[in-house]
Each structure stands twice: as structure tokens, then as C-alpha cells.
């Protein structure tokens, strides 16, 4: 008799997907054209181009570009936090101006004797009455420990916030109030002349940093090429972050946190990190944008300020990363145009567009872009079927 052998059908193995590059070959063009355009076209138009020329970058130009960069970066940091982890804040605002906020404390103390009262005290501080520095000024004469207070003041005060929030699973339309509550509270407090930051008018008539005069045309550029080397780095920082396992958990938890609950991930390490990240990603923003300026105060800290860093995410389109960049070019460029045009009609204006967009555009102009890219490489095979399917006649015809 014959023994008979049953054979266990092979199981397949799990194919995972492999890691995809950073950026694609055109990716890489674009980045290094941006690069090229930051570092050595801008200073070419701006520092040796003679200022009759239609080449010519004035200075106005790379003040606004600067500031707009500075506020790109901000929009990047809300599409990680709102993008790509869905938490919506509105007061990402309130990290912009602690980052500006340190700069500025710093830059005053650059001023010295050469401000109205030829105190080492800031006039501000003479016109109060003050005898002496207050303690939370007592490292604001050193430009290592600024660099330092620009990104841990912002990532401590969102590390505190966000860990009881998000422990408390605060989330929503909830936590989006809770943080504009927050920063309405703290331009409250910024407001008052006994905390030592300026009150209404804040810090201004800045002289110099690290020793050298702001207002040359060197410095200008300088801080502009500085600026956007800066958005680059963190354009790339957050690609990487984006396609690591890391944020494959943000992304799951902006879609379904509790089956990523279930599935034995803890959402809070997750949520917390991309805060304090987003966060600082702002507090630096903030301190670039003081110098190149000249002026902060607590008006940063206003909820419109906040609402506008969320408008310009949405109108780029949120989960691309380029999007929010290219909406705060967009609406920041329109707005420096209308309120020069047409300055009563602004506020009109930033708030159709939310609605536009959030009604016909939900995806942003990242996604329009995306849907016009699609539709024309799905016209092309399709023309060319129908040319492959005309008859011999049609086609004997067309060649004539």
C-alpha cells in the first residue's frame, strides 16, 4: 500500500513596501532651483544689479519676500499638525511671537546707550521708572543662549499645553477653542507694562545683531538668504518626517485614532511630538521675521493672526507640505497688493476666499493642480485611442 503525502500549500511572503526616496529627480530640480533662486539670484538683483534696471530686486521687495517666508514657515507647521495629524490650532500665532519675542529682547539689548535716554536699560523700561533688569531679561544679552530660548520658550510652553490636552483627549472644534482661548490670554498679558515686554507698543528701533548695523543693504540680504535656507531645511525635515514610520502613525491618526488605539499605539507620544515640533517650527519663524521687519508686539499674538496662519494651509491645500507654502505666497502677496489698492476691502477679500476654498476647492490649490495634472495625462492615451480606432479613410485624411 502507497502512502500518501498531503503537501502544505506555501504561504506567500509579505511583501513591504519599499522606502521611497525623500524627493523624486524633478523634486530635487525644483528644490535646487529654489536653492539656486534664494542663494545667489536674489543677492546678484538685489546687491549688483543697478537699481535703474528691470532686473533690479529692491529692498522693499526682499523685505516682503523675507516676511513672507517667514510666514511660509508657519504654514508648514500647521500642515503638520492639522495636514497630516488632523488637530486643527488656532493659535499657532502665540509661538510665532515668543520666538520674536526673544529676538527682540535680545536685539534690545544690542541698542546700549544709543536709544533716547542713552540708558543701558531699553527706553521703555527708563519711561516706566525701572531701576533694573527684570529676571526673565537676564540672558537676553547672550546670542547663544537667544538661539537656544527661541526654540525651547515656544516647544516648553506647547509641551505643557499639549500634554494635558491631549491626555485629557481634548480634540476637535474642542481643542482648536482651547488654544485660541490660550492666546488670547497671553496678549492679554503681553499688553500690561509691569511683565516687561513693551506692552502696546512692543519692542522696535533695533540697531544692530551680533555687533553689525540692520539697516544695510548686506544685512537685508543676509537675513533674506538666511530666511529661506531656513524654510527649505524645514520643508525637507518635515518630507522626512511625513514618509517615515512616524508619520504613517500621524496620518493614522488623523484618519481613525481609535483603530490606531486598538491596533496598540499610544496616540499622546505621537500628538505631543508634532506639537512641540510644529511649535518651535513657529518660534523660529518668529525670530527671523523680527530683524528683517524692525518691530513686535502683542498684536501677533491677536486670533486673526492665528486664524490667517490656517487659512493660508487651507487655501494651499493641507497633507502636501508645498501647498501651505505656496497659499502663504499667495494670499500674503495678494493681501500687500489690496491693502495698497483697495485696503478697506481686505478683510472682504481673505474671508471669501476661506469660503471658495473650503466649499469648491476643499483640496487647496495643491489639489486643483493635482486634478489638472491628472485629467491631462488621462486626455493624451485617450486621444490616442481614438486616433488608433479612426478608420483608414479618417486617418489618410488627417495626414493630408
Known amino acids: 500500500m502507497q502512502a500518501t503525502t498531503s503537501s502544505t500549500p506555501a504561504v506567500p511572503a509579505v511583501q513591504l513596501p519599499g522606502r521611497r526616496p525623500l524627493l523624486t529627480r524633478k523634486g530635487w530640480g525644483a528644490f535646487c532651483a529654489a536653492l539656486l533662486a534664494v542663494c545667489a539670484l536674489a543677492p546678484v538683483l538685489n546687491l549688483w544689479v543697478p537699481p535703474d534696471s528691470a532686473f533690479h530686486l529692491s529692498d522693499y521687495a ?37 520666538g520674536g519675542y526673544v529676538m527682540g529682547m535680545y536685539l534690545m539689548r544690542q541698542i546700549g546707550t544709543e536709544g533716547n535716554y542713552g540708558s543701558d536699560l531699553p527706553d521703555f ?28 520658550v515656544p516647544g516648553l ?51 544692530r545683531i551680533l555687533g553689525q548695523p540692520l539697516a544695510t543693504q548686506e544685512m537685508r540680504m543676509l537675513l533674506f538668504v538666511l530666511t529661506g535656507c531656513t524654510l527649505l531645511g524645514f520643508f525637507l525635515l518635515a518630507r522626512w518626517l511625513v514618509r517615515s514610520k512616524f508619520g504613517r502613525v500621524l496620518q493614522a491618526i488623523r484618519d481613525a485614532e481609535s483603530r490606531v488605539m486598538f491596533s496598540g499605539y499610544s496616540p499622546l507620544p505621537y500628538k505631543l511630538t508634532i506639537w512641540v515640533i510644529s511649535a518651535m517650527m513657529c ?8 530683524p528683517q521687519v524692525g518691530i513686535i508686539n502683542p498684536g501677533e499674538m491677536s486670533p486673526a493672526a492665528s486664524i490667517e496662519i ?54 487647496g490649490i495643491a489639489g486643483l493642480a493635482r486634478k489638472l495634472r491628472r485629467s491631462g495625462g488621462e486626455a493624451r492615451p485617450l486621444a490616442g485611442a481614438q486616433a488608433e480606432g479612426r478608420s483608414p479613410a479618417a486617418k489618410e485624411e488627417t495626414r493630408a
Open 283 to 290: 518660534g523660529v519663524a518668529g525670530a527671523l521675521y523680527v
Open 310 to 363: 490656517a487659512v493660508w494651509a487651507a487655501v494651499g491645500g493641507r497633507g502636501t507640505l508645498i501647498g501651505p507654502i505656496a497659499g502663504a505666497f499667495l494670499v500674503n502677496g495678494a493681501k500687500s497688493w489690496l491693502t495698497v489698492v483697495a485696503p478697506e476691502f481686505w478683510l472682504y477679500f481673505l474671508g471669501a476666499l476661506f469660503i471658495a476654498v473650503t466649499l469648491f476647492l476643499p483640496q
Open 157 to 207: 510652553l506647547a509641551f505643557v499645553f499639549g500634554w494635558f490636552a491631549f491626555r485629557s483627549r481634548i480634540k476637535g472644534v474642542y481643542f482648536a477653542i482651547i488654544t485660541q482661548a490660550l492666546t488670547y490670554a497671553a496678549m492679554l498679558l503681553f499688553f500690561r507694562n509691569e511683565t516687561g515686554f513693551g506692552g502696546n507698543n512692543g519692542f522696535t528701533d533695533f540697531k
Open 62 to 98: 526682499v523685505a516682503l519676500l523675507g516676511k513672507i517666508m517667514c510666514y511660509a514657515i508657519c504654514a508648514l507647521a500647521m500642515d503638520l499638525i492639522w495636514g497630516y495629524t488632523g488637530i486643527l490650532s488656532l493659535g499657532h500665532g502665540l509661538f510665532f511671537a515668543l
Open 125 to 152: 523700561m527708563v519711561f516706566l521708572d525701572w531701576k533694573e533688569l527684570p529676571w526673565h531679561w537676564m540672558l537676553s544679552d547672550s546670542f547663544a543662549a537667544t538661539l537656544i530660548l527661541i526654540v525651547a
